[in-house]
């Protein structure tokens, strides 16, 4: 069974840093991508950023580029997200996700999640 757990999130002033992990367990892929995603209060889920395993090829939502920065560790089968001069309009639950293909933007295309992990920018 694969769990993913997301931590780091917390309550930051406006143009804070924060820094998300997320473990994976029972995961033995050889091609995924990881993902991490964002969801406000009365908004749907909003892809922020993913990263492909096979390639390192990475992606991020016009809104968080040049601020956050996907990353991984294999050997300790983590995933980060580093996330610099955090706005107000980035409050809400960060969730990652594993999807089976090796390049996923979409949420629909992701088959395993975290519970999510709560982030507040107060300005």
């Known amino acids: 069974e694969v769990r993913l757990v997301e931590s780091g999130g917390g309550l930051v002033q406006a143009g804070g840093s924060l820094r998300l992990s997320c473990i994976a367990a029972g995961f033995i892929f050889v091609d995924y991508a990881i993902g991490w995603f964002r969801q406000a209060p009365g908004k749907e889920r909003e892809g922020v950023s993913c990263?492909?395993?096979?390639?390192?090829?990475?992606y991020y939502a016009d809104s968080v580029k040049g601020r956050f920065t996907i990353s991984s560790d294999n050997a300790k089968k983590t995933a980060y997200l580093q996330m610099n001069s955090l706005k107000p309009e980035d409050t809400a639950v960060y969730y990652c996700?594993?999807?089976?293909?090796?390049?996923?933007?979409?949420?629909?295309?992701?088959?395993?999640w975290g519970q999510g992990t709560q982030v507040t920018v107060s300005s």
């Open positions: 990263l492909s395993s096979s390639d390192g090829s990475t």
């Open positions: 996700a594993v999807s089976l293909t090796s390049w996923a933007v979409s949420p629909y295309e992701y088959d395993y």
